[in-house]
């Protein structure tokens, strides 16, 4: 897999960087995959590199064909690059093209990279995720990520990723999903929603939407998504069919939804 | 007119400066890495702090429609920290390629110590490597001698004057630097620096060739719209308006441009602000308040 994500990674930010740019990054590629892990000099040569990717490449939303898109999901189940960009795919890049021996080694890199990352690179370096070799390791790492005060870093995390379902426990999940709707962000690109649905999940929204309600605040339609499956186990009926009430005809309809699904 | 603002240490500043400055018509703002008004004791903190202003320091600004640069560096005071220095010097190089970072900066001397004098030069071989514009701060004591002596050790490490922006200047100063060839900076900064009737004296005297104005605006009593306040009173006093855009906008924009990291298309067109987009989760978009939203021509 690693290999040949690394492959269409370089196919796609080649053909769309200048051709001085494309020779830099061969040869930064080079340079990197020839590093002994550990090496105090290469991990410097890579952390300039990675911030140096714009002023060689440019930067702007990574230009993808519906065939890109297939190779993507063939080679990685759920890995969506629709939403990268050319700096952050040859960030990417880099990072996967370094040699890293163990789950300790490639750690230490990221949280290094991490930890010195502006948002742009904070965002790429999570949109990696479902890449990296030894992903698990970085379960930490996510979990400080999602504590970011930038939305689009939160975005790159939860968004068009297998890798939260894929790695992430039942209480880093549900506090994902509630970020998510705390911050206006949106519940739909998360991968694995309904698989992942859990009573505690759907007793923390339950308890969410009756706050905003109390505050007199909107409740976001996709909410009772979360929260249908499980709302006679968690007494949340009447909260739906509250909403099912509502003035707002999306409410209306998302809670109503679930009503008739549910018989209640 | 607009104003470009190349000396602002914004961590300090409360989004209410940030609505004024824009409101003012301040389009850009330059944040120099200096210290804290206390000594950091870690390098780790250090490189938090370079993070902070490279990160989430522009991204907040940007929520006001401000644009946010900045100078990495060493300052003077905390160079004389020789464990603390040795450690900074080697994590500089990491945040001096990031976007958005138009020079090495502010570096220099305070007390004009061996150890000031030590890694003023490393990092200016830094920039010269990088191919980065360079911000000197001068002394606030022994000035002159200071100034002076910086701009000797710029020219004896292959620094062009034309790469190098000299702050903090006063009468005594000026007229050293132009005649070197330097940018000549001057911080409008209540009590201790420059303040504004003084500056446009400067301006009617000099003109504005290769001189910069700006508020160096931190934690101390000072004033994140000095160089709107500065513009409208060299106005009113009848300094030509191309002189008064000069000082306050077109020189900075010259000086840090060599970086690539700074250019007018930065802000021309509409302001785009969009606070539901980047700033989601600050305390300042809880409590009801709904987030401003102006210039964006397509949902996010």
């Known amino acids: 897999m690693n290999d040949a994500a690394q492959e269409l990674l370089r196919d796609w930010t080649a053909r769309q960087a200048p051709a001085t740019g494309r020779e830099w990054l061969d040869a930064r590629l080079g340079q990197i995959g020839a590093m002994t892990p550990g090496d105090p000099a290469a991990e410097r040569a890579l952390a300039i590199a990675f911030g140096q990717v714009p002023r ?23 890995w969506r690059p629709q939403s990268w960009s050319l700096e952050g795919a040859a960030r990417i890049l880099l990072l996967l093209r370094c040699p890293s021996a163990t789950p300790d080694t490639f750690h230490a890199r ?14 790429a370096l999570f949109q990696g995720l479902p890449l990296y070799p030894h992903a698990h390791a970085l379960v930490d790492e996510v979990g400080e990520g999602l504590r970011t005060n930038i939305r689009p870093v939160f975005e790159a995390i939860a968004h068009h990723s297998p890798y939260p379902r894929e790695h992430m426990d039942e209480h880093r999940w549900n506090h994902m999903v509630l970020k998510a709707l705390f911050v206006d962000s949106t519940l739909a690109p998360i991968q694995g929603l309904d698989a992942r649905a ?63 699904r549910e018989h209640f | ?129 990088l191919s980065l514009p360079v911000m000197i701060h001068t002394p606030h004591r022994d000035k002159k001698q200071g100034t002076l002596r910086s701009m000797a050790v710029c020219l004896e490490h292959g620094l062009s004057p034309a790469q190098v922006v000299v702050d903090h200047n006063n009468e005594e100063t000026v007229r050293d630097v132009l005649d070197q060839g330097f940018w000549a900076a001057f911080s409008i900064y209540p009590s201790t620096k420059m303040g504004d009737a003084r500056m446009v004296e400067i301006l009617k005297r000099y003109g504005a060739d290769r001189i910069i104005v700006n508020s160096a605006c931190d934690w101390g009593i000072s004033d994140p719209l000095a160089v709107p306040k500065t513009a409208r009173l060299a106005l009113e006093q009848g300094v030509p308006a191309e002189q008064v855009s000069l000082a306050c906008y077109a020189n900075a924009l010259t000086a840090f441009a060599p970086s690539g990291q700074i250019s007018e298309t930065d802000w021309a067109g509409p302001a785009v602000i969009d606070q539901r987009t980047s700033f989601a989760g600050n305390s300042i978009l809880r409590g009801g308040r709904e987030a401003v939203v102006t210039g964006l021509d397509s949902a996010f």
């Not at chain 1, 990221?110 to 965002?123: N, S, T, Y």
């Not at chain 2, 004791?41 to 902070?52: E, N, Q, R």
Request: with cysteine; aromatic share 8%.
């Open chain 2, 1 to 129: 007119m607009q104003y470009i603002d190349p000396h602002a240490h914004m961590i300090s500043r409360t989004t209410d400066d940030y609505q004024a400055m824009a409101a003012a018509g301040v389009v850009a703002v330059i944040e120099p890495a200096f210290w804290l008004g206390q000594p950091r004791t870690h390098v780790a903190s250090y490189a938090d702090y370079l993070s902070a202003i490279l990160g989430f320091e522009r991204f907040r600004a940007s929520q006001f429609g401000v644009h946010h640069y900045c100078t990495i560096g060493l300052n003077s005071k905390e160079a004389n920290d020789e464990a603390l220095a040795e450690a900074v010097m080697e994590i500089l190089p990491l945040f001096a390629q990031k976007d958005g970072v138009v020079a090495i900066g502010e570096i220099g001397y305070d007390e004009q110590t061996a150890l000031e004098d030590r890694y003023f030069r490393l990092q200016l071989d830094l920039a010269r490597e």
């Open chain 1, 110 to 123: 990221f949280q290094r990279l991490r930890r010195a990352a502006d948002p742009a690179e904070q965002v």
């Open chain 1, 198 to 260: 859990n009573p505690d999940l759907a007793r923390i929204l339950r308890d969410y939407a009756r706050e905003r309600r109390a505050a007199g605040r909107r409740i976001s339609v996709e909410l009772w998504r979360c929260l249908g499956p499980f709302a006679a186990e968690i007494g949340a009926v009447d909260d739906l069919a509250l909403a099912a009430r509502s003035d707002d005809p999306e409410e209306r309809a998302a809670a109503g939804a679930w009503m008739e």
């Open chain 1, 56 to 78: 060689q490449l440019g930067r702007g939303p990574l230009a993808l064909t519906a065939d890109d898109i297939a190779a993507a999901e063939a080679v990685r189940p759920g």
